[in-house]
C-alpha cells in the first residue's frame, strides 16, 4: 500500500504562487511516476499533471506554463509548483500514484 500526504495548500491572491508537496512512502515516484489532480466545490475532480518514471511531465491546458511538477527521488516527494494563480484555481489539490491517493491540501486563491 502508499501512503501519500500533501501540504502547502492555503490562501494566496490572484497573480500569487504557491507550492505544493506530497510525500510518499517508499520510491513510489521514481518507480510509478505520480499525477497532480483538483476539486472544486460541485465539481469533478480533474487532472492538472503528471510526471512519469522518466522525468517526463505533462500538464493540463488551463495550468500550462503557470504550474510545473517536480520530484525528489532522495527525498520521495513530488511538489507542484503554482505561479500566476487564478480565482477558477480554488480547489482541493490531491497527488496520486499508483491507484493511491492523499487525503488532499486546500487551496484558496481570492481576486
Known amino acids: 500500500q502508499v501512503q501519500l500526504v500533501e501540504s502547502g495548500g492555503g490562501s494566496v491572491q490572484a497573480g500569487g504562487s504557491l507550492r505544493l508537496s506530497c510525500a510518499a512512502s517508499?520510491?513510489?515516484?521514481?518507480?510509478?511516476?505520480g499525477s497532480w489532480y483538483r476539486q472544486a466545490p460541485g465539481k469533478q475532480r480533474e487532472w492538472v499533471g503528471s510526471?512519469?518514471?522518466?522525468?517526463?511531465?505533462d500538464y493540463a491546458a488551463f495550468v500550462k506554463g503557470r504550474f510545473t511538477i517536480s520530484r525528489d527521488n532522495v527525498l520521495n516527494v513530488m511538489d507542484l509548483q503554482m505561479n500566476n494563480l487564478k480565482p477558477e484555481d480554488t480547489a482541493v489539490y490531491y497527488c496520486g500514484a499508483r491507484g493511491f491517493w492523499g487525503q488532499g491540501t486546500q487551496v484558496t486563491v481570492s481576486s
Open positions: 517508499g520510491s513510489t515516484f521514481r518507480i510509478y511516476g
Open positions: 510526471i512519469s518514471i522518466s522525468g517526463t511531465t
